[in-house]
Nanobody
Framework: QVQLVESGGGLVQAGGSLRLSCAPS????????MGWFRQAPGKEREIVAA???????YYTDSVKGRFTISRGNARNTVSLLMNSLTPEDTAVYYC????????????????WGQGTQVTVSS
């Protein structure tokens, strides 16, 4: 069982930046497709960005040009650099992992972190 641990959330003013990080709590022997999702109050969980083992990336349209997903040197570590944040980015952000390549669908992911709150004030 893989457990993912996120860090880096917080409160930031509009226009500011945050970096989220995600790492497995123990050893992982397989390189997973990784994704960042977010869920705002009253809304469904949505894909934000994803990356596969070859560092091919996907971004949802609303974050293109502002967010950057990247893999760390340690296996299955991933970060999300968020620039030019707006109040619409306010949500709980979740890291997720799945065997094979990434997916844009939450239901395709096997492992999830506990979530980290990102709040952007206007």
């Amino acid at each position: 069982q893989v457990q993912l641990v996120e860090s880096g959330g917080g409160l930031v003013q509009a226009g500011g930046s945050l970096r989220l990080s995600c790492a497995p709590s123990g050893r992982t022997d397989t390189t997973y497709g990784m994704g960042w999702f977010r869920q705002a109050p009253g809304k469904e969980r949505e894909i934000v960005a994803a990356i596969n083992s070859d560092s091919v990336t996907y971004y949802t349209d609303s974050v293109k040009g502002r967010f950057t997903i990247s893999r760390g040197n340690a296996r299955n570590t991933v970060s999300l650099l968020m620039n030019s944040l707006t109040p619409e980015d306010t949500a709980v952000y979740y890291c997720a992992a799945r065997p094979g390549g990434f997916s844009i669908f939450a239901a395709h992911y096997t492992y999830w972190g506990q979530g980290t709150q990102v709040t952007v004030s206007s």
